[in-house]
């Protein structure tokens, strides 16, 4: 099974828990988004304000980078129509860094794709279904879907994906595409685009769309059959575990999230605030959050089923459904079917 992130290791993982290094650090440039999505884990805004300057976000990636990161991926937002993209682009490869992006293809055009592939950057393009009723409406715009395949269309004009430009497909599970996932998985995989699904952290946007979610049951099954396709038709074996189908999530290792408007978090689910790059530098946050010890120290820290959990060892579940629906970032994942009394009180919830 790989680990969040896809190519690094577990030993990479571990070497770099222990010594306080980063391997990636994820940034939104902005959060100005040109999508609606139903599930969306920003808040829905109207105004942006007090967002980080180029400088701004030039000087934290470098801080990154002198912690170790390898990969500096972007999410927003949009960041395909954020307009100082390119030199942003430029700038984190000319540091030797990698690059990733998630997109929902809007500003993916022949001219940006063309840069992406020049720059090795490894793109996640969101696509949550092959039907363009349903994308446009978990996409909250119409014409999502026409956009969505205009870009995969230029990505792979401009030579993805391939053995040095990676492409993923990133794909939330719920329950207007649930039927789908198997067929477009087997897709993807025939493609060579990596698929990258997930169950929905319910939190924004999600928190208000009950009828989006899927109960803990369904998710097991789905996640066994996703993993009998890959075993009999692609020669792929990985046990099945959430959140994320077919990979392991340890990014409270190696990474963290700074927003747009220079907050550090420990990721997208986890919206503990930890301080702000304009008040300390990343090291410092980093280094003297309890709440970044305490996801370090997961088998001692973790709490309830996820602890004496069979699976302990390898896996802390989804620390962001554990903070969302809890209230507990170190309480066990209510949204994993190994936790008997929490996915029973998740299960309740997508009926509310």
Excluded at 9 to 29: C, G, K, N, P, Y
Excluded at 153 to 167: I, T, V
Excluded at 263 to 285: E, F, Q, S, W, Y
């Amino acid at each position: 099974m790989q680990i969040y992130n896809f190519e690094f290791t577990e030993e990479e993982i571990r070497e770099a828990a222990v010594a306080d290094r980063l391997l990636s650090m994820e940034i939104e440039f902005s959060r100005v988004c040109n999508f609606h999505c139903s599930y969306c884990y920003v808040p829905d805004q109207k105004e942006f304000k007090h967002e980080l300057s180029r400088a701004e976000i030039k000087d934290v990636i470098l801080q990154a980078k002198e912690l170790g990161a390898r990969k500096i991926i972007i999410l927003g937002g949009e960041p395909s129509i954020y307009p100082h993209l390119v030199e942003m682009l430029s700038f984190i490869a000319n540091e030797g860094l990698e690059i990733e992006m998630f997109t929902n293809g809007s500003g993916v055009d022949k001219k940006l794709a063309a840069i992406l592939a020049e720059k090795k950057a490894r793109v996640v393009l969101k696509l949550n279904s092959r039907n363009e009723a349903i994308q446009d409406q978990l996409a909250g715009k119409k014409g999502a879907f026409v956009t969505i395949n205009r870009a995969l269309g230029a990505l792979q004009e401009a030579g993805y994906p391939s053995g040095d430009l990676f492409l993923a497909m990133s794909t939330v599970i719920c329950r207007q595409n649930i039927k789908e996932l198997p067929a477009m998985w087997q897709w993807l995989r025939e493609e060579k685009i990596e698929p990258y699904f997930e169950i929905i952290t319910p939190q924004a946007n999600a928190s208000k769309n009950s009828w989006l979610m899927v109960d803990s049951g369904e998710l097991q099954r789905l996640f066994v059959q996703l993993s009998e396709i890959d075993k009999e038709r692609f020669g792929s074996h990985w046990e099945p575990q959430p959140p994320l189908v077919g990979h392991k999530c340890m990014r409270h290792q190696v990474s963290c999230v700074v927003t747009a408007t220079g907050d550090v978090m420990p990721c997208v689910g986890v919206t503990i605030v930890l301080d702000n790059i304009r008040n300390n530098k990343l090291a410092h946050i980093l280094q003297h959050s309890e709440v970044v010890t305490n996801l370090k120290n997961y088998r001692e820290t973790i709490k309830g089923e996820c602890h004496s959990c069979e699976k302990a060892d390898e896996c802390y579940g989804c620390r962001g459904a554990a903070y969302q629906l809890t209230g507990d970032y170190l309480a066990s994942d209510p949204t994993c079917w190994r936790n008997a009394s929490g996915a029973l009180a998740c299960a309740e919830n997508t009926k509310s």
